[in-house]
């Protein structure tokens, strides 16, 4: 069966690492022919960035006799910037390292929101955990916020109306539900469970206000979810969710239900002034944490709706690499092989790859 080693290379073309993965794919095709080498882009990207570098590494792949094709990231098919001449299928990454290994969801136990920040200094996030903190809503909230000292400045800008006293306040609310810290790398912040989470969290709570990234930028590319709506979802949870506008619509299109039937603001989704979108967005989880506590049965079909549309698309996902790698003589777990880059199921070639890259 065809031997397939994976590399991401989104972002990681320079010079020394472009002739390095040349050199490590020279000494593989010395031991077998029957390799496909497979690049992954799991995150956003401009898939023409290194249109002329790919090509060539195809040819040059090609050229030893091996095999060569390309997986991006799902919504980077909405770009409409291809690759001719290039074998490419687009895989939802998120979605299949959301649910691969996740925990089994927890009955429910709690009535709070389920807010999770991550990295505070997106202009959306650390503005609208303040919302709750000044108009004294805190007690409908399970929250995390960690601001480190290399970035505290830059937060509080996006706050500016704080007065000392309540920033120090605000300041007193850090803190994870699930204990978890994130790391700290210079002046930036990384948590990025995909499926490495207390399933607690969410049985602790009853609904989720979704943090989504590029809050301020909407265009085809921003417009769709991470692991953090797919984990609500995973979950068993309604939300309302702070992305780009048009998120909402883009999940329709999908099959989601996005449960702006039952909110006071239900177009907030396609409101483009930021700071009014993100007031929307206060009123409604408010608005859908009550519907949710008094009649949680009104959300119930919609929220199982889409726990068995996660499901289906996973499969999907799977099912789309899995006749892609048999095209080209693989006929193993498609997981796996999808896993291989990010080191969640690694072997000796990968982590070659890895090392080199």
């Known amino acids: 069966m065809t031997q397939v080693v994976t590399f991401d290379f989104g972002g990681k073309f320079s010079p020394v690492s472009y002739e390095n993965l040349l050199t490590s794919i020279a000494v593989l095709a010395k031991k ?8 992954c882009r799991e995150e956003d990207c401009n898939p023409l960035e290194h249109y002329a570098q790919t090509l060539a590494l195809q040819e040059h792949i090609h050229n030893l006799g091996m095999k060569f094709c390309v997986f991006f990231n799902f919504y980077t098919q909405y770009t409409q910037e291809h690759l001719p001449g290039i074998d490419v299928d687009y895989i939802d990454f ?10 089994a969801p927890v009955a429910k136990q709690g009535s709070r929101i389920l807010f999770l920040i991550g990295k505070p200094d997106r202009p959306h996030r650390a503005p609208l955990l303040y919302k709750f903190y000044e108009r004294e809503q805190l007690d409908k909230l399970s929250w995390s916020l960690f601001i480190p000292v290399q970035i505290e400045n830059q937060v509080r800008k996006l706050i500016p109306h704080a007065a000392d006293q309540q920033w120090q306040e605000f300041m007193q609310l850090q803190g994870s539900p699930d204990g978890v810290t994130p790391i700290v790398s210079g002046s930036s912040i990384h948590v990025c469970n995909y499926c490495d989470y207390d399933a607690k969290i969410f049985a602790d709570t009853s609904v989720s206000l979704v943090s989504e990234s590029m809050f301020e930028q909407s265009n085809a590319l921003t417009a769709r979810a991470t692991e953090k709506t797919y984990k609500a979802i995973n979950n068993r949870h309604p939300f309302v969710i702070a992305g780009p506008a048009g998120t909402l619509e883009r999940l329709q299109s999908l099959g989601y239900k996005t449960f702006e039937k039952h909110l006071p603001n239900p177009g907030y989704d396609q409101e483009v002034n930021n700071d009014i979108r993100l007031e929307l967005i206060y009123e409604n989880i408010l608005a859908l944490h009550k519907l949710a506590t008094e009649h949680p049965e009104s959300l119930a079909n919609d929220i199982e709706h889409n726990y ?3 499901k289906q698309r996973y499969q999907q996902q799977l099912d789309r690499a899995a006749a892609m790698l048999a095209k080209y003589g693989y006929n ?21 790859f890895m090392e080199l890259v």
Not at 32 to 39: R, T, W, Y
Not at 94 to 103: F, Q, R, S, V
Not at 333 to 347: G, K, R, T, W, Y
């Open 94 to 103: 998120m979605l299949l390292k959301t649910i691969h290994n996740a925990p």
């Open 32 to 39: 077998s022919k029957d390799v496909l080498v497979l690049g």
């Open 308 to 310: 068995t549309v996660n």
């Open 332 to 352: 193993g777990s498609a997981i796996d092989v999808l896993m291989l880059h990010d080191q969640v199921a690694p072997n000796t070639l990968t982590e070659k």
